[in-house]
């Protein structure tokens, strides 16, 4: 499984953007990037997910280097509500049984706590 | 459209009882994961399974743990004989097909005494 790298914490201000920095140097050219969040150990939350292009849905950016040796979760206009820890992971492709399936490895995440 | 269903959301065993947890995954979907979240700990994959069968074990003990997901109804984890090690959050996941984005659940804490 390709490794990411991840800040232990950050803070980050309402109302302003938070950018979260995921490292995943050996990334090969068919594994994807996801990023998840944990609030105060409710389950996992998706948020995005990419491979090579730039991604955008309702809850934040995704932004993926050229070289896909890292990339940066982006939300926009942070809330104490997106206090959380979040896990950026490369999901590799595992075979098991004759079948070839999406494996998520959760690292240790950063933890974002926003403040007013 | 309901997200992935667990019940109980808490259970309680004294050592050497049994302990079931049940995944009811989103609708349409036929792939179930487990997952176990030790206390302070990160989320570690336990299995992964399709209907009626077990495709990836690899995360799971060898003793006193099983896990099924039949033709009709949840996906079950069972843990025999627990200990207070086992004291932990158990999550599960579904996904619509085996490459898919996986969706979790609220998860069951597991309380042992």
């Known amino acids: 499984d390709a490794k990411t790298t991840q800040p232990p914490s950050m803070d980050c201000a309402e109302g302003r953007a938070a950018n979260l920095p995921c490292n995943h140097s050996?990334?090969?050219?068919?594994?994807?990037v996801y990023w998840y969040r944990q609030i105060h150990s409710q389950g996992p939350q998706y948020i995005i997910h990419?491979?090579?292009n730039n991604e955008t849905n309702e809850m934040a950016s995704l932004i993926i280097t050229e070289d896909r040796k890292s990339s940066t979760l982006i939300l926009p206009h942070a809330t104490l509500r997106d206090t959380a820890v979040y896990y950026c992971?490369?999901?590799?492709?595992?075979?098991?049984?004759?079948?070839?399936?999406?494996?998520?490895?959760f690292g240790q995440g950063t933890i974002l706590t926003v403040h007013p | 459209n309901a997200g992935v269903m667990q019940n109980p959301r808490h259970l309680v065993r004294r050592r050497g009882q049994e302990a079931r947890l049940r995944c009811s995954p989103m609708?349409?979907?036929?792939?179930v994961y487990w997952y176990r979240q030790l206390p302070e700990e990160g989320l570690k994959f336990m299995v992964y399974?399709?209907?009626?069968?077990?495709?990836?074990e690899s995360g799971m003990p060898k003793e006193r743990f099983s896990a099924e997901f039949p033709k009709e109804g949840p996906s079950i984890l069972r843990i025999q004989q627990v200990v207070r090690g086992d004291s932990a959050a158990y999550f599960c996941?579904?996904?619509?097909?085996?490459?898919?984005?996986?969706?979790f659940g609220p998860g069951t804490r597991l309380t042992v005494l």
């Open positions: 996941a579904s996904s619509a097909h085996n490459g898919y984005t996986q969706y």
């Open positions: 050996t990334i090969s050219g068919n594994e994807y």
């Open positions: 990419g491979l090579k």
């Open positions: 992971i490369v999901r590799s492709s595992s075979n098991a049984g004759g079948t070839s399936y999406g494996k998520l490895t």
């Open positions: 609708k349409g979907h036929s792939h």
């Open positions: 399974l399709q209907k009626e069968n077990i495709i990836d």
